[in-house]
Nanobody
Framework: QVRLVESGGGLVQPGGSLRLSCVAS????????MSWLRQAPGKGLEWISD???????SYTLSVEGRFTISRDNAKNTLYLQMNNLKPEDSGEYYC??????????RGQGTQVTVSS
């Protein structure tokens, strides 16, 4: 059974940092592109970042230079290091299997709130 479990969200002040993790199970993690998605309150699902099988990363413009996606295939874990957080970064963050708008699995999400 494919499973993706996110963690690491929370409440942080503007300018702060958080590191999200996503533990995958039930499939060969190292053989898939993986993505981070975000859903802000009242808005649709937004692609934030993805990482290729070999570790090549891509980011949406609004997080470029502040967020870093990485993966540890030995631990079946996807990460998102988020620095210099802004209120507009708030939302539910999901890890997803796949990229380019095609996702075959998604976790339950972890909430990030950036507020003073």
């Amino acid at each position: 059974q494919v499973r993706l479990v996110e963690s690491g969200g929370g409440l942080v002040q503007p300018g702060g940092s958080l590191r999200l993790s996503c533990v995958a199970s039930g499939f060969p993690f190292g053989g898939y592109y993986m993505s981070w998605l975000r859903q802000a309150p009242g808005k649709g699902l937004e692609w934030i970042s993805d990482i290729s099988i070999r570790g090549t990363a891509s980011y949406t413009l609004s997080v470029e230079g502040r967020f870093t996606i990485s993966r540890d295939n030995a631990k079946n874990t996807l990460y998102l290091q988020m620095n210099n957080l802004k209120p507009e970064d708030s939302g539910e963050y999901y890890c997803a299997r796949g990229s380019g708008g095609t996702y075959s699995a998604r976790g339950q999400g972890t909430q990030v709130t950036v507020s003073s």
